[in-house]
């Protein structure tokens, strides 16, 4: 354990970190790979691309039974991943972050896009956990990616480059894995299924994925001894090809999943791994994504459009007895059986145009539109089990009834509320390279864009009808808010690359990152105190960073090393106030540093070593006044939810045996060292989440069509907590911790058709 993590550690003293490549075996040369990220017409040698960039296969986490954004952070230096429950999570990159997740905030617009293909499914604290995409890489974008992929890509964008049909061949995998959670843990069970259909040869393909999978949980309720957090999945996709001429390809996919399952949270006063839910605590995500690509080639250029259409309906619930006691009824016995619920319904439509140069001259470019409509109902409740005979007697109000008093949503039910959000955007964007000397490439490029965003809130019960009220007289009237934020600019980027040779390379780059303004939910005077703004305004960043991607000892060896500094203004600060309200504001600068650095190594044709390592300083530049002397960030402040220092190694080793068998040995090590929930501890919500390091390892023999795996994830149990919520209601058993699923040790046996 202490030589993994002192390997890792040895990455950046020796600026020697990264990601390891997939490389061939039998070879001693590093595979070259080949990203789509440049939106080019065609595929690009990671190692020319003058930006960092890292790329996964699929195997590199299948292996392990793995492959969720949590699994793909372990890998990727600079993200990383608080998770709360399946599908509800939010992703970090280059410390450009300011809060956690909060499932109630609809106008929290997301810092990092993820797309699979051409397809954005971004959703702040919410990004959809799909085990069936059948993935060909992952392409993982470091630093704001606005130009050529829009606001939500302000500190960075995941890509998910899906399997597409072959026209010729009828093949197929399936996959079935078991294992076994230790601790509070049990049985794991998955299957996986692949057939790719050459409906007419070289013209029509059709590719089928299914998964089916049921996860144990591993949180104790010590209610009734019962772990809380079973996950449950069910997930198909379907792609079509259509090679319509020899210069027209059409690709369709639909993609629908349910995910059923629990919450990940346990008690830091408890024993480890232990909650206490009076309810029962699930989350249910189903979701369905469809796609339509069309590629045509021009001749001298080629025409791209791709349109989409999301559909996802969420369900969060928590048990909440403990603010449903200490908020109404001061913390006295009993604890109250409340539910606090959070569903969401999202519609959203995006359109791309893209056309790009081809040929071999010495200017290439890429210029099109973007077009979004989307709107977001979110409605949230807290049904109390007896809330409104209680009320009645301790507040001498006899027939007291939640719904017919307070215009709840049902009686028992001190809260309700509706936030419907209706978005729309449009952009330009347009990058061009130029080559000089046939060794140097200039870049320009621009976005312009235009967003709008209605806003409907609506809040009743006891605890939304508090406009009017007061701590002593609580009786109001409903919440009630429309407004609307509307932002417009352009977003430019600037890169030069000297290629010193066909191995070598240094480049720099400046490029502007953005984000969206949104509105506030409206913020009760007389019960917080605070006179909160009805919107917040956009905020922006610069990007300058300079790196070196290098080839080595004779194609055994890359080593690509970059250092950044980012300048973010009118930062959308988030104030959580005493009384449970929160709202947004433009406020302050913060800056991030940084180096990520990473290489991968053929030792020999048969063996192959991997190191990567990020190191980041994000900080408030000078004090950041909100208004709130308690939510004023002081100078120096570290951002939250940044680890400093993370490190990744990895290792593989492939033993021939007889005829074309193979025996192979691999195991991954991944660092992240601790970060805190807020700026600084005068702020209050300010807990430590600690610094984790997960050990895999696994031992895979193939033989002809079939594979057979014994594998095991965070086998020291280094690994523990992703998220914290600090508490600040005394009868709560301390902070609110939400974990990661401990050693966990399986069988996997594939087989090809």
């Not at 194609?555 to 930062?571: G, H, L």
Request: with cysteine; aromatic share 10%; charged share 15%.
């Amino acid at each position: 354990m202490k030589a993994y993590r002192a390997l890792a550690l040895w990455s950046v003293g020796a600026l020697a970190a990264a990601q390891a490549a997939e490389t061939e075996v039998g070879t001693e040369k590093i595979e070259r790979v080949e990203v789509t990220a440049t939106r080019a017409a065609g595929a690009v040698d990671v190692q020319q691309v003058p930006a960092a960039i890292t790329v996964l296969k699929p195997e590199g986490l299948s292996r392990y039974g793995q492959g969720n954004l949590a699994d793909i952070a372990n890998l990727v230096p600079a993200m990383s991943v608080q998770q709360q429950a399946p599908g509800v999570n939010n992703i970090t990159m280059r410390g450009l972050v300011v809060r956690g997740i909060v499932p109630s905030e609809v106008q929290d617009a997301s810092l990092v896009a993820v797309y699979i293909d051409d397809m954005p499914v971004t959703l702040k604290s919410s990004n959809p956990d799909l085990k069936v995409l059948d993935l060909e890489r992952v392409e993982v974008l470091q630093g704001p990616q606005g130009t050529l992929f829009g606001a939500g890509a302000m500190a960075g964008a995941v890509r998910q480059i899906t399997q597409k049909p072959e026209l010729g061949e009828l093949f197929g995998t399936v996959e079935a894995v078991g294992s076994d959670t230790s601790g509070f843990g049990g049985v794991n069970r998955n299957l996986r299924g692949m057939v790719n259909l050459p409906l007419k040869a070289d013209v029509l393909g059709l590719r089928l994925t299914g998964y089916t999978g049921n996860d144990s949980g591993y949180i104790r309720n010590q209610v009734n001894g019962k772990t809380t957090n079973d996950v449950s999945t069910n997930q198909a996709r379907a792609a079509l090809r259509l090679r319509a001429s020899p210069d027209l390809m059409i690709d369709a996919s639909v993609t629908a999943s349910n995910i059923k399952g629990g919450v990940n949270d346990a008690y830091a006063g408890l024993a480890p791994f232990t909650t206490i839910a009076l309810l029962p605590q699930t989350s249910n995500d189903n979701l369905q994504l469809y796609n339509l690509g069309v590629s045509y080639d021009m001749g001298g250029a080629q025409l791209v459009s791709s349109t989409s259409y999301l559909h996802r309906d969420t369900l969060y619930v928590t048990s909440a007895q403990y603010p449903a006691t200490a908020f109404i009824f001061g913390g006295k016995n009993p604890l109250m059986q409340a539910a606090y619920t959070i569903g969401n319904a999202v519609q959203d439509f995006a359109q791309e145009f893209r056309l790009n140069s081809k040929g071999g001259g010495p200017l290439k470019w890429t210029a099109g539109a973007f077009l979004e409509s989307g709107k977001r109902d979110t409605r949230q409740d807290e049904p109390t089990t007896g809330f409104d005979e209680r009320f009645a007697v301790a507040h001498n109000f006899p027939g007291y009834d939640s719904q017919a008093n307070d215009l709840a949503f049902q009686p028992n039910d001190f809260f309700s509320g509706t936030q419907n959000t209706k978005s729309r955007q449009v952009a330009l964007f347009a990058e061009g390279t130029y080559t000089v000397w046939d060794q140097l490439d200039l870049t320009a490029g621009v976005r312009l864009f235009r967003g709008t965003q209605d806003f409907d809130l609506r809040f009743t019960g006891l605890f939304g009808n508090l406009v009017g009220a007061t701590p002593s007289a609580p009786m109001g009237q409903p919440e009630v808010s429309n407004s609307s934020a509307t932002s417009r600019g352009a977003n430019p980027r600037f890169a030069a690359a000297w290629r010193v040779d066909r191995e070598h390379m240094l480049y720099a780059s400046a490029g502007k990152g953005f984000r969206y303004g949104g509105n506030n939910q409206p913020v009760p005077f007389n019960f917080c105190g605070v006179n909160a703004p009805a919107t917040f305004a956009p905020d922006s960043l610069w990007n300058y960073e300079v790196g070196s991607k290098n080839t080595l000892l004779d194609q055994r060896m890359t080593f690509n090393a970059s250092a950044y500094v980012i300048e973010w203004k009118d930062v959308q600060v988030f104030n959580r106030l005493p009384c449970t309200y929160y709202f947004t504001q433009n406020a302050g600068k913060l800056r991030s540093e940084g180096l990520e650095l990473e290489t991968a190594l053929k030792l020999t044709r048969h063996a192959t070593l991997g190191l990567s390592a990020a190191y980041n300083h994000a900080y408030a530049t000078r004090t950041v006044v909100t208004g709130i002397a308690a939510q004023n960030i002081p100078e120096g402040s570290r951002a939250p939810y940044a680890p400093r220092l993370s490190a990744t190694a990895t290792a593989s080793y492939t033993v021939p045996v007889r005829g074309n068998d193979e025996v192979g040995i691999a195991a991954s090590y991944a660092y992240h060292g601790d970060a805190y929930t807020n700026f600084a501890p005068a702020q209050g919500s300010y807990a430590r989440i600690p610094s984790s390091n997960t050990l895999n390892a696994t031992i895979t023999y193939k033989t002809g069509a079939y594979e057979f795996g014994l594998f095991g994830t965070n086998l020291t149990n280094g690994a523990k907590v992703s998220d914290v919520t600090p508490n600040t209601i005394a009868i709560q058993p301390g902070d609110t911790l939400f974990m990661v699923r401990p050693r966990t040790v399986g069988l996997r046996a594939k087989a090809r058709f």
